[in-house]
């Protein structure tokens, strides 16, 4: 039987090299094959060290660790925008996208904080603030996760707001923007909408979950009153047009939230609880 290492190591070549990296963010996690992890980072841009050849292409640098319960970190460090010189091997191309035929298998890591003009330049423009400044307020691009974040006055609410960029780590949002707008425009009406809609699907799930509770002489949970105990949290709005709403729920499903989607054309898809 092969072993999880052997058969990682099969979707790579052989030829062991040198590049330069800079990193997108910092790992946050790792898949779980077996008795190992693999986690992985992405990268925004590399230099092949053979060549000097550079490429702002972006690709996934990934490695094997033992799953052990004493662990601490994901085996190697990696910081958001950091430029690391390494030893890989790239993946064997398949029928994938170029991202992911743009993978590499990391040997070992070299040096931190190494240096190089043209990385160091990309580095400078991915770390510059970059803000949407209008009517509803500031929005901050957060690159790591290629949205603008901001706080919306939702009829008396505050609520945290997130939109996609137009573009993969691009630097505006006049899609996603477009859409908060004209859902802000008519607030009172769209908040009423949804709610009504939330309600009607979930109103009879809500009194089963009051009735599994310990909870003594609760009071049944009618439509009105659902649509009542709904508070606005989050909004985050698609570059294709869709948005995601996010309601506390007011304890009717032990402290989830309320999830209602949206399509490009403004009509509500569904609504769950979720988290």
Same mark, same amino acid.
């Given at each position: 039987?092969?072993? %999880?290492?052997?058969? &990682?190591?099969?979707? &790579? ?22 008795? +190992? ?103 901050? *691009? ?18 945290? %707001? #997130? ?13 996603? +923007? ?15 909408? #949804?709610?009504? #809609? ?27 009153? &659902?649509?009542?105990?709904?508070? +606005?949290?989050?909004?985050? %709005? ?6 995601? *709403?996010? #309601? ?28």
């Amino acid at each position: 039987m092969m072993s %999880v290492q052997t058969n &990682f190591e099969k979707d &790579f070549e052989t030829e062991e090299y040198e590049m330069l990296i800079l990193v997108r963010s910092s790992c946050k996690g790792a898949a779980n094959i077996e008795d +190992m992890l693999k986690p992985f980072v992405d990268f925004l841009a590399s230099i092949d060290l053979r060549t000097g050849q550079f490429s702002h292409e972006k690709g996934r640098l990934e490695w094997l660790i033992k799953n052990d319960n004493n662990r601490q970190g994901w085996g190697y460090e990696f910081k958001q925008l950091g430029i690391y010189r390494i030893t890989v091997r790239k993946c064997i191309p398949q029928d994938q996208t170029p991202y992911m035929n743009n993978r590499y298998m990391l040997i070992n890591m070299l040096e931190e904080n190494a240096s190089n003009k043209k990385l160091e330049a990309l580095k400078a423009y991915y770390a510059k603030p970059v803000s949407i400044e209008n009517e509803l307020g500031s929005f901050a *691009l957060d690159r790591e996760f290629s949205w603008f974040e901001g706080i919306v006055n939702w009829n008396g609410v505050e609520a945290n %707001v #997130y939109l996609e960029t137009d573009e993969e780590d691009g630097d505006t949002a006049k899609q996603a +923007m477009k859409v908060l707008k004209r859902v802000v425009d008519n607030i009172v009406e769209n908040d009423a909408r #949804y709610r009504e #809609y939330a309600a009607e699907e979930l109103t009879e799930l809500a009194n089963d979950w009051m009735e599994a509770s310990d909870e003594i002489d609760t009071e049944e949970i009618t439509k009105e009153i &659902f649509m009542k105990r709904m508070e +606005m949290s989050e909004i985050m %709005v698609s570059s294709n047009g869709s948005l995601s *709403l996010f #309601y506390n729920d007011d304890d009717m499903f032990w402290g989830h939230v309320i999830e209602i989607d949206v399509d490009s054309s403004g009509e509500i898809i569904n609504a769950h609880i979720a988290g």
